[in-house]
């Protein structure tokens, strides 16, 4: 399974509809299992500071095959991962909101979400998740891919 631009849009819809419940300006990235950018969809007023902290926390939940809240608490002081924020030309965030998509244990992709607290990132991205394991669920979509420019399926 791949992560697909058609996937990634559902994904950022998913994501987008959560942040407007919310009252949030969203910066909202979809990556790849590579880590490699498939998507991004800045809302209206989201801040621009946000754009690479979006795309950096899809890039480290795949990176590091976790949630990126999972280093809020072990790249403290003291902690095993401290620093680890200094790693990768500074592209690790340890900040709350990036989460990695997985299809089994395969990782397919990550969501990086920024624009609010970390908190509100994370339930941006958790609505993306969920979009996502309900079109898992769904065996009839599973098989589905289509790429720009080709006939094929």
């Known amino acids: 399974m791949k992560m697909t631009l058609d ?11 959560k942040a407007k419940e919310m009252g949030l300006a969203e910066d909202i990235a979809i990556v790849d299992d590579g880590a490699n950018l498939v ?10 500071g946000g754009i690479d902290i979006a795309q950096n926390k899809a890039w480290t939940s795949v ?3 976790m949630p990126t809240s ?6 403290q002081p003291g902690q095993p991962s401290f620093g680890i924020n200094t790693t ?4 690790v965030v340890i900040l709350g909101g990036g989460i990695p998509l997985k299809a089994g ?3 397919i992709g990550g969501i990086g979400v920024s624009g609010g607290t970390s908190e509100q990132d994370i339930q941006v991205a958790e609505a ?6 309900r079109w898992m669920q769904r ?3 599973r098989s589905i891919s289509f790429r720009i420019g080709s006939n094929q399926s």
């Open 105 to 107: 244990d395969v990782i």
């Open 70 to 75: 999972n280093l809020t608490r072990t790249a």
């Open 128 to 133: 993306a998740v969920q979009a996502f394991e």
């Open 88 to 91: 990768n030309q500074g592209r």
């Open 63 to 65: 990176a590091l095959q």
């Open 139 to 141: 065996s009839d979509l």
């Open 39 to 48: 998507a991004f969809h800045r809302m209206d007023h989201a801040r621009i």
């Open 7 to 17: 996937l990634a849009k559902m994904l950022l819809e998913a994501a987008e509809k």
